[in-house]
T-cell receptor, first 112, second 120 residues
């Protein structure tokens, strides 16, 4: 069966460190993978998209890698800040490319 | 440019009543998606609609749930005879038509702030 797995345990890190979140998937052949941020009581907000033929994508302090052999994406936040504390969701397209399936999310807590 | 608008933000219903959740997509967007999020869980796809058409409803429960996106007006997610297990946050998202974008073609979704349904 298809699965998208993110670490369900909260990730606690110290301000200024790099946070690394993992997204693993099975039985998908996504054309692209996306990362979203969700704050409590709010809707998800798009952060980054990476295509299957891209190894790495950067945006300001964010970096995403995509390894289609390992079926894994890593999401990095460098120089983390308390304001980065949120739940981060990865999402894959279905084979038709018209619908996203989300992982369960990982909660990040950045301590001052 | 207003974002995706959902209402009501909070809705309380008793078991057996009906819940209607509304979603107005971003201006110019013709694709609407509904997702459900249970407490401490991820987003689960329910249905994907375009104007007057249901494209994919593979995530919708077979009974009591229905969705529409009429030619005029918002998209509606309707839950009949609600039960306690329907308590959740329901999120609507929209995306632009394929080909009209400043984003990737099969790209990002724009989410509303959600409607939180509580069934007593």
């Amino acid at each position: 069966s298809q699965k998208i797995e993110q670490n369900s345990e909260a990730l606690n890190i110290q301000e200024g460190k790099t946070a690394t979140l993992t997204c693993n998937y099975t039985n998908y052949s996504p054309a692209y993978l996306q990362w979203y941020r969700q704050d409590p009581g709010r809707g998800p907000v798009f952060l980054l998209l990476i295509r299957e033929n891209e190894k790495e994508k950067r945006k300001e302090r964010l970096k995403v890698t995509f390894d289609t052999t390992l079926k894994q994406s890593l999401f990095h936040i460098t120089a983390s800040q308390p304001a980065d504390s949120a739940t981060y969701l990865c999402a894959l397209d279905n084979n038709a490319g018209n619908m996203l399936t989300f992982g369960g999310g990982t909660r990040l807590m950045v301590k001052p | 440019n207003a974002g995706v608008m959902q209402n009501p933000r909070h809705l309380v219903r008793r078991r057996g009543q009906e819940a209607r959740l509304r979603c107005s997509p971003m201006k110019g967007h013709s694709h609407v998606y509904w997702y459900r999020q249970l407490p401490e869980e991820g987003l689960k796809f329910m249905v994907y609609l375009q104007k007057e058409n249901i494209i994919d409803e593979s995530g919708m429960p077979k009974e009591r749930f229905s969705a529409e996106f009429p030619k005029e007006g918002p998209s509606i997610l309707r839950i009949q005879q609600v039960v306690r297990g329907d308590s959740a946050a329901y999120f609507c998202a929209s995306s632009p038509p394929w080909g009209e974008h400043r984003y990737p073609v099969t790209g990002e979704l724009f989410f509303g702030e959600g409607s939180r349904l509580t069934v007593l």
